[in-house]
């Protein structure tokens, strides 16, 4: 049986939406039919796709105006008569037809501090509570499709503003080392305010509803991290703190203590431990300054360090190699050694 397909054929200069009718079988996904395509009509017809199988978040694309995986769309959930529109992701760049320059989201990586392992801790001596561990899997899911982020209206709306916001699948990575029982860094929440733009989302779940891993971006990852950083901005001992201290003292940092508070290494790490609570009540009496949500330092180029270039206890060996300068131009992957034994 033939139906009608409409896809968006073009380069960064432009192009145009094409009509095609195109043979479909039983069981098919509408990347069996842009295979069909690639096949007959149009072989020249420009598509990621890598493992046809929802893993590899590859072949992210935008079926009938909504962001898709082209291999997990059955043909069966649309209509018999129904025209089938296929275009790009509409945030990113179109380098052609159906493939788009994603680099905005490596970029956003880059910028992300990595997972920081405390000192003392190595690699093989790691050991956490099945409790911790399930409340961050969830965001361990993430294929990096980036249909979220293609979704989202922050970005997807106002190119100005990508420059500031790193955008759901990044959040969902603060907030899973936010909650990782052996991440040395507090301040995660912090830097994902100051730096991440935390703030422009207004939590319109839009990115939790077109994932195709079902991670609840919103709920479970933004909102929690939210929380927490208006919790420490209207904590009542901070506004107290406020009331007492005059503007220019509270921006004074010898006033301040300037620290974070360390977080508890058991049980939940997402709400403060009672020795974080003491610790915050001090902060907040003896310099709410020291309490408001702010980056951490950042380098000279604008960007905080990356933990896994400037730690002393680096999370695990680049399996790029030690050589490797990023970003990356020529990659040089070094496959593991097989094991001998
Ligand atoms: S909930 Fe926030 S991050 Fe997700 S799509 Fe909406 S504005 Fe963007
Ligand atoms: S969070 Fe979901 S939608 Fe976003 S990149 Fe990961 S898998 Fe894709
Ligand atoms: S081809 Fe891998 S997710 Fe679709």
């Known amino acids: 049986m033939k139906r009608h397909f409409r896809v968006w054929r073009g380069d960064a200069s432009g192009g145009e939406i094409q009509d095609f009718q195109v043979e479909v079988n039983d069981g098919e996904v509408v990347l069996d039919i842009i295979h069909r395509l690639q096949a007959t009509e149009t072989p020249d017809l420009a598509c990621r796709w890598n493992c046809k199988a929802g893993k590899c978040g590859s072949c992210s694309m935008e079926i009938n105006g ?24 509409r945030t990113f760049p179109v380098i052609r037809d159906l493939v788009t320059d994603v680099s905005f ?23 956490m509570k099945q409790v911790d561990v399930d409340r961050s899997q969830e965001f361990r899911k993430c294929i990096e499709c980036f249909l979220c982020q293609n979704t989202c209206h922050v970005v997807r709306d106002h190119e100005e503003n990508k420059k500031a916001f790193s955008g759901p699948r990044f959040f969902i990575r603060a907030a899973e080392l936010d909650m990782h029982p ?25 990115c939790t509803e077109v994932c195709p891993e079902h991670i609840k971006i919103t709920d479970n990852a933004i909102i929690p991290m939210k929380e927490r950083v ?39 790490n997402m709400a403060p431990s009672s020795s974080e609570g003491v610790t915050g009540v001090a902060a907040g009496l ?22 896994e270039l400037v730690s002393q206890n680096a999370g695990g060996p680049s399996p790029f190699g030690d050589d490797q300068e990023f970003p990356l131009r020529k990659i040089t992957y070094n496959h593991p050694e097989p094991d001998k034994d």
Request: with cysteine; aromatic share 6%; hydrophobic share 25%.
């Open 286 to 307: 003896s310099g709410a300054g020291a309490r408001l949500p702010q980056g951490p330092p950042i380098g000279p180029d604008g960007k905080m360090d990356v933990a």
């Open 182 to 206: 052996l991440d040395d860094r507090t301040d995660r929440k912090e830097y994902a305010q100051a730096s991440q733009g935390l703030g422009y989302c207004n939590i319109t779940k839009c």
């Open 230 to 268: 208006v919790d420490r901005r209207y904590d009542p001992l901070v506004r107290l703190g406020r009331k007492i201290f005059r503007r220019d003292q509270l921006e004074d940092p010898s006033i301040g203590h300037g620290g974070i508070p360390t977080r508890s290494r058991s049980g939940d």
């Open 105 to 127: 989201n490596y970029e956003k990586a880059r910028e992300t501090p990595a997972f920081a392992p405390p000192p003392g801790v190595a690699p093989g001596d790691y050991r």
């Open 66 to 89: 909504k962001p898709r995986l082209g291999c997990m769309t059955r043909m069966s959930t649309f209509e018999e008569n129904e025209t089938v529109t296929i275009t790009p992701l």
